[in-house]
């Protein structure tokens, strides 16, 4: 579907198992995620803060290209 294809920027050729294998990947880095919260103690640092903030640095920088080029990235 179009969704998903623009949810995890997949090309226009994109079949269902691209979408399958984005999916399974996204499930896989949830569970890694909340296994790690779970054994954690209540005042633990979130040990995801500094890759979170380079992402969205990342996402930022695109938007920004993409504004500035009027297309879509």
Same mark, same amino acid.
Do not use: I
């Given at each position: ?7 995890? #920027? ?32 209540? =005042? ?8 979170? #903030?380079? =992402?969205?640095?990342?996402?930022? #920088?695109?938007?920004?290209? #993409?504004?500035?080029? =009027?297309?879509?990235?």
């Amino acid at each position: 579907p179009d969704f998903a294809r623009g949810y995890w #920027k997949l090309p226009e050729d994109a079949k269902f198992v691209d979408v399958l294998m984005c999916m399974c990947a996204d499930e896989t880095h949830h569970r890694d995620v909340n296994h790690t919260f779970a054994g954690m103690d209540r =005042n633990d640092t979130n040990p995801f803060v500094d890759e979170h #903030k380079v =992402n969205a640095t990342r996402a930022w #920088k695109l938007e920004a290209v #993409k504004e500035e080029r =009027n297309v879509e990235v």
